[in-house]
């Protein structure tokens, strides 16, 4: 850790040789200032690891110095230089915040190894505070898993929002945890004890989507016989959690967002209209500026739920999170298939590892789930898990068809395959844009445009329209 330093003291003298012996022996950087107003302006403008202060100076002694850094710069870590007489003072001061005193005249090495002590004990401080809050976060969530800085950080944002009442959507690709974050920030939130109620706008058909929302009454249309309740009123005071909001029809949008601005809606076939209280989460895997773009989604709809948005990150963009969740899925389903089942052999994590899962966390929970009942032992081994996997984008290019062939003819089919495939990948990923695919793989635009070529791959194939 490169540390910055401050060293204030009105005796030039000892700047100098404080400089001198910082940039000489570390790779520190060292800023020194004789005047103690100065300083005080320097910490209110940048960050500083360590300040070391004299104890006595003209303008400002060093404890109400001390005490001025302290509330500036909590986090900066004091240490007071001071000559034989006024130990005392010095003792005063580390109760007062000071990290460590050093008296004059003092030797190098002392100096050095105060710098070090101080540094490390900051990063161990830091990676206290880091630790603590993962823990208290993971405590507070168990269900969510991860602990790689995507999922951190989404953790985190859960807590920050979830007392607020403000709207929430949710976005990422299917099976990355949308509705389980959903969840989370209601059963964080003060409507705890009140209903979380979710539509899923895929599952309910569009002729009777606004009766389920909104409730009906006697003799509305055909059929209703009686009057019926909506999924809002069960969610009054409560959670109501909008699935695959992408879907909903434009008419729905209108009348959804009466009831985001307004609290107010109107039941099917009622002239009265009804208010409720209702904190909102929306979801969606559907890239929604695409479909405002498309005229299919009302663009002051999406601005009234991105009040605050999530993006969910794929499982291939937080792989540190799959060992930690490979094995929470396994604990999980060994306990509801009654087996004893512990572990997993490194080399089939390494393949969990490496593959692109396009279902997300899903996909994970789904070859899990088979493994173990599947497994006869009491580890997944790669045998389980191959017969169940569907072939992979990474390995699909080599099948049993290849030990047939002698070796250099194999090897050449297999390279030609990947070549075909990792080409396809990428140009997909970036929409067939030739320099953007090239960057991402780390290689020449020309190169890639030659193989391309040598292997009949356009790009305009994955252009979108
Ligand atoms: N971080 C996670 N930790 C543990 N389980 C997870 C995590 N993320 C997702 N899951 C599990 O994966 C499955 C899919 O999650 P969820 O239904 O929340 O995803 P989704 O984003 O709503 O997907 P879809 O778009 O397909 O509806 C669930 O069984 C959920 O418990
Ligand atoms: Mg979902």
């Not at 809606?265 to 209702?278: A, E």
């Not at 990150?313 to 512990?342: F, V, W």
């Not at 393949?351 to 692109?356: D, E, N, T």
Request: charged share 30%; glycine share 6%; hydrophobic share 40%.
């Amino acid at each position: 850790m490169h540390g910055k330093i401050l060293v204030v003291d009105d005796e030039k003298d000892m700047l100098t040789l404080f400089k001198r012996i910082i940039t000489e022996k570390t790779k520190h950087e060292a800023i020194t200032e004789y005047d103690t107003a100065k300083a005080i302006e320097l910490i209110t403008r940048e960050p500083f690891n360590i300040v070391f202060t004299d104890l006595k100076m003209p303008k400002m002694d060093g404890i109400a110095f001390l005490e001025k850094v302290k509330k500036i710069q909590p986090s900066a870590t004091v240490i007071i230089m001071t000559a034989y007489g006024t130990i005392e003072t010095a003792v005063e001061a580390t109760r007062k915040g000071a990290f460590d005193y050093i008296t004059k005249p003092f030797r190098k090495e002392r100096i050095l190894l105060t710098i070090r002590r101080a540094l490390e004990w900051q990063t161990l401080r830091h990676e206290n505070v880091v630790l603590r809050e993962t823990l208290e976060q993971q405590k507070m969530f168990p269900s969510i898993i991860g602990s790689g800085p995507g999922m951190t950080s989404i953790l985190k944002k859960i807590q920050q929002v979830a007392k607020s009442t403000a709207t929430i959507l949710i976005q990422g690709e299917s099976g990355t945890g949308k509705e389980l974050v959903a969840k989370a920030i209601h059963s964080e939130s003060d409507r705890n004890n009140k209903p979380f109620v979710t539509i899923d706008c895929t599952a309910i058909p569009v002729q009777i989507i606004e009766s389920e929302l909104f409730g009906h009454e006697k003799g509305a249309f055909t059929g209703a016989w009686k009057d019926k309740k909506g999924l809002v009123d069960e969610a009054h005071e409560g959670t109501l959690f909008l699935d695959e909001i992408g879907e909903l029809n434009t008419a729905m949008q209108a009348k959804l967002l009466r009831l985001l601005q307004e609290g107010e809606y109107k039941p099917v076939g009622s002239l009265h209209i009804k208010s409720v209280d209702i904190r909102f989460i929306a979801a969606t895997n559907r890239d929604l500026r695409k479909l405002i773009a498309q005229g299919q989604f009302r663009e002051d709809l999406f601005y009234r739920l991105d009040v605050i948005g999530f993006h969910l990150p794929p499982l291939r963009e937080r792989r540190e999170d799959i060992p930690l969740l490979t094995h929470h899925l396994i604990a999980k389903y060994s306990k509801l298939n009654n087996k004893q089942i512990r572990d997993i052999e490194p080399e089939v994590m390494a393949i969990l590892m490496a593959r692109q899962w396009p279902g997300n966390v899903r996909e994970l929970e789904n070859v899990i789930e088979r493994s173990i009942i599947m497994c006869t032992s009491g580890q997944i081994g790669a045998d389980v898990l191959m017969t169940d996997l569907p072939p992979s984008k990474l390995s699909s290019c080599f099948d049993e068809t290849i030990f047939r062939l002698p070796f250099k003819e194999a090897k050449e089919a297999v390279i030609q395959g990947f070549h075909r495939q990792y080409i396809q990948a990428i140009l997909q990923e970036n929409q067939g844009n030739i320099s953007r695919a090239a960057q991402q793989a780390g290689l020449q635009r020309q190169y890639l445009h030659r193989v391309m070529k040598d292997e009949g791959i356009s790009a305009e194939s994955f252009k979108e329209n």
